[in-house]
């Protein structure tokens, strides 16, 4: 019904810089919020950000400061733009689509993408 493809994921060094990407297709009517959330080994999956229909954003406090969401509604595509990366920023980063009405059945729907790695490292 939804794909979630993510890209832009990678290895950068300390204090570097990544853009990733994540573009959402299928049967949308509407896509209410998308975000980014990571996944480092051995722990939870944690929100990183979030982003309204209508450009209100969320961050996790670990991120403020140096990483920005943005999303294109006319291309249900969002970005995350992560500066001044850290050792611990490094994760699987995994794209999501919440609040998601379909053209071809009712309902309000949460999907997820496959994710993409992102690791800090000197």
């Known amino acids: 019904q939804v794909q979630l493809v993510e890209s832009g994921g990678g290895t950068v060094q300390p204090g570097g810089s990544l853009r990733l990407s994540c573009a959402a297709s299928?049967?949308?009517?509407?896509?209410?919020?998308m975000g980014w959330y990571r996944q480092a080994p051995g722990k939870q999956r944690e929100l990183v950000a979030t982003i309204e229909w209508d450009g209100t954003a969320n961050y996790a406090d670990s991120v403020k400061d140096r990483f920005a969401i943005s999303r294109d509604n006319a291309k249900n595509t969002v970005f995350l733009q992560m500066n001044s990366l850290k050792p611990e920023d490094t994760a699987v980063y995994y794209c999501?689509?919440?609040?998601?009405?379909?053209?071809?059945?009712?309902?309000?729907?949460?999907?997820w993408g496959q994710g993409t790695q992102v690791t800090v490292s000197s």
């Open positions: 299928g049967s949308i009517a509407r896509l209410y919020a």
């Open positions: 999501n689509a919440d609040r998601v009405a379909l053209t071809t059945i009712l309902g309000i729907f949460n999907f």
